[in-house]
């Protein structure tokens, strides 16, 4: 089945249903699938848009790149959505890359931008809001409004047929993007669907950006293949989310450790009721035992999902109807997935063994666009090398320990920084913590340990060094120790390790 058909599915239904709530305005499904409509002719009758043409947009959530992803998968080409905290040089590159017919962007996000000059020469420039502040720039609402135009439906069209290009963070070289089929986003859907036990009573609230699959797959699109109710949010704010949560009846959503921590800070957390919410979901980076526990304390389920944007991204969870799932894990093989974990000559190895995690489903990426080589580096054999160190146990649930690239090798020993932070973390005056490698004569390379103290608190070095080391090998305690005001983030509130490294090394 042809993506755009899980909208016109809903809304032949229940076409009066809300499928999403935007800024006080609800959009039915019957509105939306008119919209996606609209979208699906302007961009082949105004803007020459053919089968297999990508379609970029820059711009905060709102209810238009939803819609773009229906539209595009209506007409056969590849929306890319793209990270607006970008810097002007790195979405020039991106945008050379994907080489757009089109790119529909809020005009504060591509100042100094026009046709051939960052942008591609034959790309159109659609301003999707604030039309007049940019006279270069054409306005979608110029096009939308007017006559009920329509897209004719292909209903021969290829499932197969890519429909997403996401670009991956690009922490060491150059951004690579992952292409996803319209078939990889319907088995992540019916992962998400048995992940959360989703259906159409659910009320689904996004605040998570639409350029990372995150914010996209793990519950917003599947939501609406099951006829459920979105909610965005245009950004992360912790106190409306907290708003929402409680005014709105949200049952379920996603948000990463950092936005959970910000949350469970507010004035207004320990009072707030909670009792709707069925589950949080969260991931994309090694989480913290004890910040899951403070929101499992409060009566909501939190949930870990593992994958990457090559896998769209549902490929290892835990499950809401599985009680017995390890906090510290990141759960078992989602329905339609495959994991294992194997050693560096790629054989399996057993349970309770460390090895690279790798993944083979119908949800995974086709290749990297315009990458033949790091395409022929992730997919072997038919399964994705995901360069997650990782192990799984007798009951089938598996833990992740650290990237390959970050595990330093200190005299020989092999030193995963994540296990560290875990130790980190326990302390109660630490509130963020970081390890990195620094480069060494003697042993190749240190261990450095980076901490933001939370306020007030009065740790210092011997003491911190006491702490760990009634705790960790001594081969695993930091040399160099570094408090800091802050650590250096990326754009999706990760710790950006290389620049922390770089940091470091300026300092040491």
């Known amino acids: 089945m042809q993506l755009e058909h899980w909208i016109a599915y809903v809304a032949s239904r229940t076409p009066d249903k809300t499928a999403i709530r935007f ?76 080489n757009p017919k089109v790119l529909f962007s809020a005009p504060q996000f591509l100042a100094g931008f026009v046709a051939g000059q ?12 604030d039309a007049d ?30 429909v997403l290009i996401v670009y991956t963070s690009g922490t060491t070289g150059r ?35 639409f350029y990372h699959v995150g914010g996209l797959n793990v519950q917003t699109l599947p939501a609406l293949h ?41 004035p207004h957390w320990p009072a707030t009721d909670l009792s709707v919410l069925r589950a949080v979901t969260t991931g994309s980076t090694i989480v913290e035992p004890g910040l899951l526990q403070a929101w499992e304390q409060r009566g909501v389920r939190t949930l870990q999902v593992y994958g990457c944007t090559e896998s769209c991204p549902i ?34 190895v057993g349970t309770m063994v460390r090895g690279e995690i790798q993944l083979q489903g119908q949800n995974l990426m086709r290749e990297y666009w315009n990458n033949p080589e790091a395409t022929a580096n992730a997919l072997r054999d038919g399964w994705l090398a995901t360069g997650d160190i990782g192990y799984r146990d ?69 003491t911190l060094l006491e702490f760990l080391g009634d705790r ?3 081969y695993k305690l930091p040399r160099r120790l570094f408090f800091e005001s802050e650590l250096p983030r990326n754009a999706m509130g990760k710790t950006d390790y290389q620049a922390l490294r770089d940091r470091l090394i300026d300092r040491a």
């Open 118 to 129: 960052g942008a591609p020469a034959t790309c159109r420039l659609v301003a999707i809001d």
């Open 472 to 474: 960790l090998g001594r």
């Open 315 to 348: 490929a290892v969870c835990q499950s809401i109807d599985d009680a017995h799932s390890p906090l510290e894990s990141v759960g078992r093989e989602a329905k339609h997935c495959r994991a294992r974990v194997v050693d560096e000559h790629q054989s399996q």
């Open 175 to 209: 951004p690579k993007g992952a292409v996803l089929d319209q078939n990889a986003l319907r088995w992540n859907a019916i992962n998400s669907q048995h992940m959360h036990a989703l259906s159409g009573d659910d009320h689904i609230l996004t605040v998570l950006p």
């Open 226 to 266: 099951f006829g459920a109710t979105v909610t965005l949010h245009r950004e992360f704010d912790a106190a409306a989310v907290l708003s929402e949560i409680t005014g709105s009846a949200v049952t379920l959503t996603v948000l990463v450790p950092t936005q959970m921590r910000a949350i469970g800070e507010l």
């Open 394 to 462: 007798d009951d089938g649930n598996f833990y992740i320990v650290d990237r390959i690239k970050n595990i330093i090798i200190s005299g020989g020993e092999n030193i995963f920084p994540a296990e560290i932070e875990h130790v980190l973390y326990t302390h109660p005056d630490i509130e963020q913590a970081a390890i990195v490698g620094l480069p060494d004569e003697t042993w190749g390379e240190i261990v450095a340990a980076s901490i933001v103290k939370r306020p007030g608190a009065t740790l210092d070095q011997e």
């Open 23 to 98: 800024e006080g305005e609800q959009i039915t499904y019957s509105q939306f699938e008119g919209l996606i409509g609209r979208l699906a002719w302007v961009l082949q009758n105004e803007f020459q848009v053919s089968p297999g043409d990508r379609v970029a947009h820059l711009a905060l959530n709102s209810p238009i790149v939803l819609a773009l992803i229906f539209a595009c998968a209506r007409i056969g080409a590849i929306l890319v959505p793209l990270n607006y905290r970008l810097a002007h040089a790195e979405l020039t590159f991106l945008l050379g890359d994907c």
């Open 133 to 162: 502040s940019a006279s270069d720039w054409d306005s979608l609402a110029d096009y939308l409004g007017g006559q009920e135009i329509q897209a004719e439906r292909q209903d021969q069209s290829d499932p197969s047929a890519p």
